[in-house]
Structures are given as C-alpha cells and as structure tokens.
T-cell receptor
Framework: DGGITQSPKYLFRKEGQNVTLSCEQNLNHDAMYWYRQDPGQGLRLIYYSQIVNDFQKGDIAEGYSVSREKKESFPLTVTSAQKNPTAFYLC?????????????FGPGTRLLVL | AQSVTQLDSQVPVFEEAPVELRCNYS??????LFWYVQYPNQGLQLLLK??????LVKGINGFEAEFNKSQTSFHLRKPSVHISDTAEYFC???????????????FGTGTQLKVEL
C-alpha cells in the first residue's frame, strides 16, 4: 500500500528540547517537503529536498533542521532555537513528470509544547 | 513572487445548495493551480489541478474549478454539497518552468466550508 507516513501523530516537547518528526514515503518520489500549518495562516514551507543528500531552506527554516540520507526518508528536527514550535507539521512528496509536479501529503504530526 | 488570496475564511451553506469558493492569484509568469481539501486533524488531499488545456477542470467528489487567466482566478465550485464536504479548502499555485527551486507551492490561507442541514 503506497503512501506517505508521518510519526508520531502527536508529539510533546519540553522547553530546551530538540524533537524529531519522521516522514517516510514508498512512492519512489524524488522530492520531499516540510510545511508548518498555523490557524488562519495556511501552509508555510520549512525545508525541501529534490534529491538525496541535498536540501534547501524554505520560507521559515530558522529553528529547524533536516537530513535526506535516503530517498524515502526526510526527518525534520525542531530545535530549541524554535521559540514557537506549537503547530501542525505536514510532510509532502512529489515526482516530476515533464515540467510539472504534484505534491501529495502525509497525515501530519501535531507538536505541542509542555 | 507569486501569491494566493482566498478572501472568504468561512463559507456556510445548506446541504444540497451550490457553493463557490474563491481563489485569486498573482504571478508574473504562467502558473499551475491546485485545490486541496483538509478534513480535521488530517493531511491535505488533492481535489483537482490545472496544468494546461481546458480551463474547466473536474476533480474528485463532484468538485470542479475554472481557470480564468484574465481575472487571475481559479474558483472552486460544486452544484450540490453534502454534509461530508465540511472541511477546509486550500488553493495553491506554483510557477511554470521554475528550475533549481523545486516545485514550490504557495498556499492561500484556506476557506472553511461548513455544510448545514
């Protein structure tokens, strides 16, 4: 059954703690993305990766880090430098067919600060 | 830079009535356009997309959208809504032919569709 999985569904972070959100896809997609969703603000791009071992900052990368060691995995670490981490985090992947791509999304992880 | 405006943050509608969710975009180049739906505490699901060709695009769950280049709009419509259509709807745009930047989508702020009996 192909798709994008994110874990955990809910994650709690203590002050000063780094936490890592998992994103895995078995769609053989080349590109992967991380978005943050806050109420009334839509989705904002944190990081994206077009190929293994390469990634670029999005619009709100400060306080976050990523890695892309395998094609199917793109974990996001929320560091202690991110002062307002409470949000819904969505992972997406896409494959390029000619000049266009379509992004498909995982079910999301909700991060809450204790 | 591209941008997307969804002017209506909430749209209440009675079941079996028609609905239109508005989306306007701004871009200096040709664009691809998308509508996604999000049910509570879930990820986004692709409803439909406009890449090229016919300006009327049909999607899943009976939704359709029309691309209007002169008005830079991509409004979403459904002739008769159901309770199960209650969800948040996002319009998104990506610019045609952008290289080296991935497929960066710019999203609107979303429209909450609430279908009432």
């Amino acid at each position: 059954d192909g798709g994008i999985t994110q874990s955990p569904k809910y994650l709690f972070r203590k002050e000063g703690q780094n936490v890592t959100l998992s994103c895995e896809q078995n769609l053989n997609h080349d590109a992967m993305y991380w978005y943050r969703q806050d109420p009334g603000q839509g989705l904002r791009l944190i990081y994206y990766s077009q190929i293994v071992n390469d990634f670029q900052k999005g619009d709100i990368a400060e306080g976050y880090s990523v890695s892309r060691e395998k094609k199917e995995s793109f974990p996001l670490t929320v560091t202690s430098a991110q002062k307002n981490p409470t949000a819904f985090y969505l992972c997406a992947s896409s494959i390029r067919t000619g000049p266009q791509e379509t992004q498909y999304f995982g079910p999301g992880t909700r991060l809450l600060v204790l | 830079a591209q941008s997307v405006t969804q002017l209506d943050s909430q749209v209440p509608v009675f079941e079996e009535a028609p609905v239109e969710l508005r989306c306007n975009y701004s871009s200096s180049v040709s664009v691809y356009l998308f509508w996604y739906v999000q049910y509570p505490n879930q990820g986004l699901q692709l409803l439909l997309k406009y890449l090229s060709g016919s300006t009327l695009v049909k999607g899943i769950n009976g939704f359709e959208a029309e691309f209007n280049k002169s008005q830079t709009s991509f409004h979403l419509r459904k002739p008769s809504v159901h309770i199960s259509d209650t969800a948040e709807y996002f319009c998104a745009v990506s610019e045609f032919g952008i290289t080296g930047g991935g497929n960066k989508l710019t999203f609107g702020t979303g429209t909450q569709l609430k279908v009432e009996l």
